[in-house]
């Protein structure tokens, strides 16, 4: 399938939009599902060593070079290797060890609010005025609605993990995955590079992999621990190749065809996918606190990107003349 063809009319556009979503929403519910058949760090790192090398073979095929040259490229894949690959999904798998990946997918929406808030901080470009503060507050408040501190407090305490909630250690890892993404995602923005993104991707794959290898020593998982089943093996095989390798190709030729402000919309797709396919899989649902924080972040990402998301409706539609 020629991806780049398939982005080139809004029909192809909606539609690799939709599998992407489909595909990355999933992707929550196999995590769910492998986690009780594999160590946290291990999953993911075994995932992304096997798509990495996948992603590099193809970069190696389609793009112009596929080594990193120079410090900056060198930093970037680094950089992307560490927050975006290694600390986001080691944080992800491990939270979602005590929460549904639909509550996961929620919280991980919050990632596009906490972008643009750590860009105002870090970058001298970019400022946070009243809306974009009011969208900041709003994204949070969604979390702290999902995290319903008050409703967790009932009980005997029994169950409990590092002294709180198995829920709130979820919910909190969670939102860690999401901060460590961002700040990633931003350390990245003033990097210059020629570097093609599947190349950059599969080396921070690679680079990712490995971190989540040392972390997973570091906390004396052992390979031993891994339960192989069908499950097993479909939960990881489906992580690699479809919302892993697959997935990644999708996103190359959806960032070339919209950019990243319109592709960011892909996350707050997929905790709607992750639902549906939890509920549908795994037999379970989400309850009204997490649709609620869904609403909130959702508004608070639109009052983020207010400006971005009408030029892309003016210029899509031919509104405001």
Known sequence: MNLQKLCSNPAGVAGAFLLLATLWGTSFVAIEAGLAYFPPLLFAGIRYLIAGVIVLGYAVFVAD???PHGREEWLGVGIAGAFVIAAYHGFLYVGE???????????????????????????PSERLGPFEIAGFALGLLGVVIIADPG?????DGSGAVFGMPPELVGVI????????????AVLLRPLRTDLPIAALQGWA?????????????????????IVWSGTAV??????????????FLIYFALLDAVGPTQLHLVG????IVATIGS?????HLIEGEAILGFAAILVGFAALERREIAAYVNTRYGFGG
Not at 151 to 155: D, K, R, T
Not at 236 to 247: D, E, N, R
């Open 234 to 247: 479909v939960s990881l095989a489906y992580l690699t190749v479809l919302s892993g390798v697959v997935a």
């Open 205 to 225: 794959m690679v680079i990712g992999a490995v971190m989540l290898f040392v972390g997973a020593g570091v906390l004396r998982e052992s390979p031993a621990a």
């Open 65 to 67: 070079r596929w080594i």
């Open 268 to 271: 707050y797709v997929e905790p």
């Open 279 to 283: 509920w549908v899989l795994l037999g």
């Open 97 to 123: 060890l005590y929460i549904p990946g639909a509550v996961a997918a929620v919280v991980v929406s919050l990632a596009p609010v906490l972008t643009a808030a750590f860009a105002a901080l870090l970058l």
């Open 173 to 184: 890892l969670t939102f860690f995955a999401a901060v460590t993404f961002s700040i990633g």
């Open 151 to 155: 409703g967790f407090a009932s009980g």
